[in-house]
C-alpha cells in the first residue's frame, strides 16, 4: 500500500477497542429514584469507584450521558504505567519530595490493583507486563532523562537509565520502567460493569445530568435531561471534563487536549516494551496482539480541542512516521481521543470543593488515564468509606502547590479569551459552495453558522456557538464535528453532543435543503 493510498481515509476513525468488543446495553433512567451514591460518568474512574464502592448496604448507580466505556476509555492507548513523561523530577522540584512519594506510591499500586483485580475476576483482557520507556532524540533532553530516572528510582520505581533501545532507530538517552504494563480496557471493564450490576449497582445510560441542587437535608438532587430526579447522599462527578463547574469554575483550571492513533500492519515484529518520547513532536509507540495479527499502535500529534490545523494532517504525520520507522502493509484502524489537563500535570481527585464535602470530583488525568483512574476510584473509595486516603493531598483539587502555575494558568486562560473574541470576529466563507464530506463557517443572516453537506448531498445546518459559555466552534475534518476551543465541548453534525463539558446540544432549526445548495429563502 503506497502512502497516497494510505492516507486517502475513505472511512471514518474507528478505534480497536471498540470494533474488537460488543456493546452491552442499560436502560435509561425514567423515573426518580433515591440512591446512597450517585456516580455520574460511566468511564473507567466511574465503573471502577462503584466497583470498589460496591458493599453490602450501600445503593450505587451510575448516570451515563452516552453508552459506558465508549467515550476516552474506548479511544486510549491502554498503556498500565506510572511513567507519565518526565513527571517526578518536576514534581519533587514543585510540589516536594513527599507529593512525588504519594503520586509514585498510588500508580504503583494503581498497576497492582489492574493485575489483582484480573486475577481474582479471572478475566480475559490481554493483559501483558511490558516495560515502558521515555526516550529523546535530542542531546539536550539526556540530562532531564537521567534527572528522571534518578527521581523515580528514588520513589522505589524500578527505573534504569540507558543509551539505547529497542526501537529501529536509535536514541540519545531513554529511561526504562520495568513491571509496567498493557491491556484491553474494555475487555477488562465490561465484565466488572457486568458484575456489579448483579450486586445492587444500577447502571443508566443515555442519562445525562444537567444540573445538580442541594436539598435542605443535606442530600443532593440530580436532574437528568428527561426531568428525572436522582436523590443522593454523596455525588462522585467522573464525566472526564467537569460538567457541574460552580462554584469551583474547574473550567478555569483544566484545558482539554486532542492526539492521535493509528494502527498499522507492518512487515517487521514489533521490538516489545511501550515508548514515548520526550520531546515534542509527541510519538508513543507499542504493539497489540489480536485476531488480525500484530497491531502496532502510533500515537501523538496532541493539540489543544478545536485549535489544531486541519485535523486530517496529524494522522497523515503520524502514517509518515510509521513509515520511517516500519513498512508498513496495511493501516487497518485510526482514531482520536481527548484529555484534560491540568495546570501542574496531576489530576484533581478529592472533595469538589471545602464547602461540598459529600460531592468528590476525578479529572484532569492528562494522557495517563489508566493508573490514574484506578488511583482515583481508590481515593474516592477511602475517603468515602474511611474519611482520609495516604495520596490525598498530592491530588486534592484545592491543593496550595497550584499557586505554582500561576502562569500557566494565565497563559492558558488568555489563549481562551483569545479563542472567544477570534471565533466572534471570524467570518466566514464567502464563498458558500461546500463539497460532500466538508463543513464550513459562513455568514447567514449576519451570524456566523456551521454548515456540513453529506455525501447524498444534504446539508446540515447548526448555529455554532456553544451552549456551554459561549465560545464559538470550529470544524473538525478527521472527525466530523464541531468543536469548542474554549472548554473542549464536541458536537454531531447536527448538533448532538458528543462530547461535554456542555450539557446542551446546538442549535439547529434550520431547515437542510436536499438539493444541496444554501439558500437564504429556504430558512
Known amino acids: 500500500m503506497d502512502i497516497t493510498e494510505q492516507k486517502r481515509f475513505l472511512t471514518p476513525p474507528l478505534s480497536y477497542w471498540m470494533d474488537s468488543t460488543s456493546q452491552p446495553e442499560y436502560p435509561v433512567l425514567n423515573e426518580d429514584i433515591n440512591v446512597d451514591i450517585a456516580v455520574v460518568g460511566g468511564g473507567i474512574a466511574g465503573i471502577f469507584t462503584s466497583y ?20 476516552t476509555t474506548g479511544h486510549t492507548t491502554a498503556k498500565i504505567t ?75 520505581i524500578k527505573a534504569t537509565y540507558l543509551e539505547e533501545v529497542p526501537l529501529p532507530f536509535k536514541v540519545k538517552a531513554a529511561v526504562r520502567f520495568d513491571n509496567q504494563a498493557q491491556f484491553h480496557p474494555r475487555k477488562f471493564l465490561l465484565p466488572i460493569a457486568d458484575k456489579i450490576t448483579k450486586n445492587r449497582v444500577q447502571i443508566y445510560e443515555k442519562t445525562r445530568i444537567v444540573s445538580i441542587e442541594e ?6 438532587c440530580l436532574i437528568t435531561n428527561q426531568g428525572n430526579k436522582v436523590t443522593a447522599e454523596k455525588i462522585v462527578i467522573a464525566s472526564h471534563y467537569p460538567f457541574y463547574n460552580k462554584p469551583a469554575f474547574y473550567f478555569t483550571r483544566i484545558y482539554p487536549e486532542r492526539s492521535y492513533v493509528v494502527a498499522i500492519k507492518a512487515k517487521e515484529n514489533y521490538p516489545g516494551g511501550m515508548y514515548i518520547s520526550a520531546e515534542e513532536p509527541g510519538r508513543s509507540l507499542r504493539s497489540q496482539m489480536t485476531d488480525q495479527g500484530e497491531l502496532i499502535f502510533i500515537g501523538g500529534e496532541h493539540h489543544k480541542t478545536g485549535q489544531g490545523e486541519d485535523t ?26 481527548q484529555d484534560c489537563m491540568t495546570l501542574d500535570d496531576v489530576p484533581y481527585v478529592g472533595q469538589f470543593t471545602s464547602k461540598k464535602p459529600n460531592i468528590y470530583i476525578a479529572t484532569g488525568y492528562g494522557k495517563w488515564g489508566m493508573t490514574n483512574s484506578i488511583a482515583s476510584a481508590m ?77 447524498n448531498g444534504n446539508l446540515h445546518i447548526v448555529d455554532t456557538t456553544c451552549q456551554h459559555m459561549g465560545c464559538e466552534l470550529y470544524w473538525n475534518a478527521a472527525e466530523k464535528t464541531w468543536d469548542c476551543p474554549c472548554h473542549g465541548s464536541r458536537f454531531s453534525i447536527d448538533g448532538d453532543i458528543v462530547e461535554g463539558p456542555t450539557v446542551q446540544p446546538l442549535n439547529n432549526e434550520k431547515k437542510v435543503n436536499p438539493i444541496g445548495k444554501l439558500l437564504k429563502e429556504d430558512f
Open 215 to 220: 436539598n435542605e437535608n443535606g442530600s443532593y
Open 82 to 156: 506510572s511513567q507519565h513523561g518526565l513527571i517526578y523530577h518536576k514534581i519533587m522540584e514543585k510540589m516536594g519530595i513527599e507529593f512525588a512519594q504519594q503520586y509514585a506510591d498510588a500508580n504503583e499500586t494503581a498497576i497492582r490493583i489492574i493485575k489483582e483485580t484480573i486475577q481474582e475476576n479471572k478475566i480475559s483482557c490481554d493483559y501483558m507486563e511490558q516495560s515502558a520507556y521515555d526516550y529523546t532524540l535530542l542531546e539536550d533532553y539526556c540530562d532531564r532523562i537521567r534527572q528522571e530516572a534518578d527521581a523515580a528510582a528514588s520513589l522505589g
Open 379 to 455: 481515593i474516592i473509595r477511602d475517603l468515602i468509606l474511611e474519611g482520609k486516603s495516604p495520596w490525598q493531598d498530592v491530588y486534592n483539587p484545592s491543593r496550595h502547590t497550584i499557586v505554582a502555575s500561576t502562569k500557566t494558568f494565565v497563559v492558558e486562560n488568555l489563549n481562551v479569551a483569545g479563542k472567544i473574541v477570534q471565533g466572534k470576529l471570524s467570518l466566514i466563507h464567502e464563498d458558500v459552495d461546500v463539497k460532500p464530506g466538508e463543513g464550513k463557517i459562513i455568514e447567514l443572516d449576519g451570524q456566523r453558522t456551521g454548515v456540513y453537506k453529506d455525501i
Open 312 to 337: 486530517t494532517t496529524h494522522y497523515e504525520k503520524l502514517i509518515d512516521f510509521a513509515n520511517q520507522t516500519f513498512t508498513v502493509k496495511q493501516i487497518p484502524y485510526r482514531w482520536s481521543t
Open 52 to 71: 470498589l464502592l460496591n458493599k453490602p448496604g450501600l445503593e450505587i448507580a451510575i448516570l451515563e450521558a452516552d453508552q459506558i466505556l465508549r467515550g
